[in-house]
């Protein structure tokens, strides 16, 4: 049996992660297979520190919720989950139950919290029994919902019973575990069932537990003593915009001095976030926003709330997610009116009151809701399919809206089902995968992570808190001190004065934290959290140049120098990239490709450098590319007659045509373009193709111009690789078609500039795709 657990203590940024990290890359150099618990937001955090000195095999990042599933999985024993938006439908189908009374979604929500906290603790609604309850009427209400919420749900578990479940399988654990050694890491504090199971789970691998202070009972294994291992400055700002500009100026300064995005970081309350992103965005700063969205907070989600309120409450915003009724809309934002007396009597005015009574028609709830909420979600919503982003696609958006309409179902009808529907939808959280940056943070978020250099924002008093606060149901003076709740499964008394300890961490978030706060917002004056910025008045934010154009003296912004640039030679096709943007064609040039050119690309390429094939050179190519030897051997004597890899002109100083391969039968010439296989299949696919490129068209009027008399006729050809050849304009070019001329104009244009050295920017819809729109100051999105 392996040694018991091993309690590492410290205070915030004492070393305590790095310590471990240490103990896990010497289990994994010897072979063994660790895993590391600890909050989700931590994952990226955790594999970023892991990896710093290369790769590591055998760590793996799971959240304590994994744990319970995979000690589950592995036992056979796992049952249905109920999620939270489906605990809180089975809530209120509880209440509804006892009471014959539909309950408010808000009301079954604090039940369900109160569910969470209880079953959290290990108790169950026998738990909350006579002792507890007294003459209290609100607890055995409580007591009585938590017990047929249970019998509701069945043989279905919460996220709850899942751990009560691990806890129950880990402490009769027959087998040895997957993994040889446990770390728990990145907690402020731990229950006392997440202990125990920990504790079981010791005695089958090596497990270490991380804490900033010993859990009552416990004895620390190893303690580490502070270190003064942070540089915190505090400064203070007029108000929340002035603080705010001033830290993104900070950070342009950071990164123009080469810190890595990924070690720098803003710790902000939650509900500060927006505001400083669309600051942010004027600065054009890559920001990392982890906060957890929910399915509100897209547009189709935003627009189908609005919709399900509009019956109840109609206003001007919440009339514009119909296009229909936009009019309607815009009058009652002149006139300032809403509710739905006011806007039918408006819509009447203006001549849509059939319009307005045919939608509130529409919104009216029909006997079988769950269907006709599938039905508004797909008939009045699809022109939003376009705006979802790939984290959120249609299907998935429909999936959501569906599981939160059959929820509602088992509740509320009617008009009460728009209600719960909308509740639910609200509590409906979405997968979040940010694209990386300068991580933006609340206080949650940053537990258990550290940064080179961080900005602790808006630290004013109740801006960061636990939240402690008696409980509605459950009074303070019947719950137990932390100690006894360790000991004997109860309800731990909810003030304990941990903001203390949240302050403590905050201050250890990085080696180099600056805390500010605002003097006064538009509500008032404001305190300074003394814990977090000091006791004595601190200085104001020192000045830093400006690090947005509006925060230029004069109106216009910078413009770098350019001078003429020598670019060497160029092809035509590329000419014609150079003419749609000259910047991005300079600056695409220098990068390196990121990807292996396909085997086809490799294959045109060795035909061009062979300029004319045999067969010994045939049986190479069949060698070297054996998904084309079937198609080379097909049309061997073909591509035996052709010229590979012609440049056109042969000579001269000017842009050249390069083209794949050519042939000639008398006055006839024929130009062939070999293309990917499968993206080609007809003629009119193939004449598309070509009309998208400068080369092959202007070759053809090259031809005809230069070899008049004895080239008559060029024909195009596309030819699929793998497929067959296809020719592009039926009859071919006798004349110089307009399209061709324009070509040459533009061709002898661009080459001017080309030749000049111009590398000016081109803004416009182009910058949508540009891979280096980043470098470029003019580009536009």
């Known amino acids: 049996m392996t040694s018991p657990l091993k309690l590492l203590v410290g205070p915030p940024a004492a070393g305590k992660t790095t310590r471990l990290l240490q103990i896990a890359k010497d289990a994994t150099q010897a072979g063994k297979r660790v895993w590391w618990v600890g909050l989700p937001s931590q994952r990226s955090y955790i594999y970023r520190r892991a990896t710093e000195s290369g790769a590591l095999l055998g760590l793996e990042f799971l959240s304590s919720q994994q744990v319970y599933y995979r000690l589950l999985a592995h036992a056979l024993k796992l049952k249905p989950l109920i999620k939270q938006t489906g605990r809180i439908a089975y809530v209120g189908e509880a209440l509804l139950n006892i009471r014959r009374e539909l309950p408010a979604p808000g009301e ?210 919440k009339l514009l997610a119909i296009p229909e009724l936009s009019p309607l809309a815009k009058a009652a934002l002149n006139e300032g009116v809403a509710g739905l007396e006011a806007i039918t009597v408006l819509a009447k005015s203006l001549g849509l009151s059939e319009v307005w009574q045919k939608w509130l028609a529409l919104l009216e709830v029909p006997a079988d809701e769950v269907a006709w909420a599938k039905s508004l979600v797909e008939a009045i919503l699809p022109e939003l399919r376009q705006d979802l982003s790939d984290a959120l696609s249609w299907e998935k958006f429909q999936d959501y809206a569906g599981e939160r309409a059959q929820e509602a179902s088992r509740v509320a009808k009617g008009a009460q089902f728009r209600k719960w529907w909308a509740a639910l939808l609200q509590e409906t959280s979405l997968p979040q995968r940010p694209a990386g940056g300068i991580a933006l943070l609340s206080a949650k978020l940053a537990s258990g992570r550290r940064f080179q250099k961080a900005y602790l924002m808006h630290a004013v008093e109740g801006a960061y808190t636990i939240g402690e606060g008696e409980d509605y149901f459950i009074p303070e003076e019947q719950r137990q001190p932390l100690a006894n709740v360790f000991d004997k499964l109860a309800l731990p008394k909810r003030f304990l004065g941990r903001d203390s300890a949240l302050f403590a961490e905050l201050l250890g978030r990085a080696d180099e934290l600056i805390v500010s706060y605002p003097e006064a917002d538009q509500g008032g004056p404001l305190i300074a959290e003394p814990e977090l910025v000091g006791w004595q008045t601190p200085p104001r934010l020192p000045e830093l140049p400006a690090g947005s154009r509006l925060e230029l003296s004069s109106e216009q ?20 990239r150079y003419d749609d943007c000259a910047f991005r064609y300079w600056a695409e040039e220098k990068i390196p490709a990121e990807e292996e050119s396909p085997w086809w690309l490799k294959l045109l390429n060795d035909l061009r450098n062979y300029r004319k094939l045999n067969s010994a050179r045939l049986e190479v190519l069949k060698e070297n590319y054996p998904q084309a030897a079937v198609w080379l051997n097909l049309h061997a004597d073909k591509l035996m007659q052709l010229n590979y890899g012609i440049p056109l002109p042969e000579d001269g100083d000017g842009p050249k045509a390069y083209i794949d391969a050519a042939g000639r039968s008398g006055s006839e010439v024929t130009l062939y373009r070999f293309s990917e296989p499968g993206r080609i299949g007809n003629a009119t696919a193939a004449a598309e193709y070509i009309n998208k490129r400068w080369n092959e068209l202007w070759a053809a009027g090259y031809m005809l111009e230069s070899y008049a008399g004895r080239i008559q006729r060029v024909n195009i050809t596309v030819w699929p690789v793998l497929g067959e050849p296809i020719d592009t304009f039926e009859g071919g070019i006798g004349y110089l078609w307009r399209r061709i001329t324009n070509r040459q104009e533009k061709a002898q ?33």
């Open 108 to 317: 079954a929500r604090l039940f369900t919290y109160a569910i969470a906290e209880a079953k959290r603790y290990g108790l169950s609604h026998r738990d909350i029994d006579s002792k507890i309850a007294g003459e209290d009427e609100e607890t055995r209400r409580f007591r009585e919902v938590f017990r047929v919420y249970e019998a509701i749900k069945g043989e279905q578990w919460d996220y709850d019973d899942f751990r009560s479940e691990a806890l129950k399988l880990a402490q009769k654990l027959p087998s040895p575990l997957e993994p040889d050694l446990i770390i728990v890491d990145g907690f402020r504090e731990i229950g006392p069932l997440e202990l125990r199971l920990y504790q079981a789970l010791a005695q089958h691998a090596e497990l270490w537990l991380a804490l900033p202070t010993i859990p009552p009972g416990e004895t620390a294994s190893e303690v580490l003593k502070p270190r003064a291992s942070s540089q915190v400055s505090s400064y203070r700002a007029a108000n929340p915009v002035a603080e705010a500009r001033w830290v993104l100026r900070s950070l342009k300064r950071d990164l123009a001095q080469g810190l890595d995005p990924l070690k720098l970081a803003v710790i902000l309350p939650e509900q500060e976030n927006k505001a400083f992103l669309s600051l942010a965005d004027e600065y054009g700063l890559p920001m990392m926003d982890e906060a957890p969205r929910a399915l509100a907070d897209s547009l189709a989600g935003r627009m189908l709330l609005d919709l399900l309120e509009l019956p109840d409450y109609p206003t001007a915003s």
């Open 557 to 576: 912004g910078y413009k770098a120098k350019r001078e003429a640039l020598d670019f060497g030679t160029i092809n035509l096709q590329k000419l014609m």
């Open 749 to 781: 244009q661009a080459y001017g500039r080309f030749a000049a050295g111009d590398a000016s920017p081109k803004p416009g819809f182009r910058c949508r795709d540009c891979r280096v729109f980043d470098l470029c100051r003019e580009g536009q999105r």
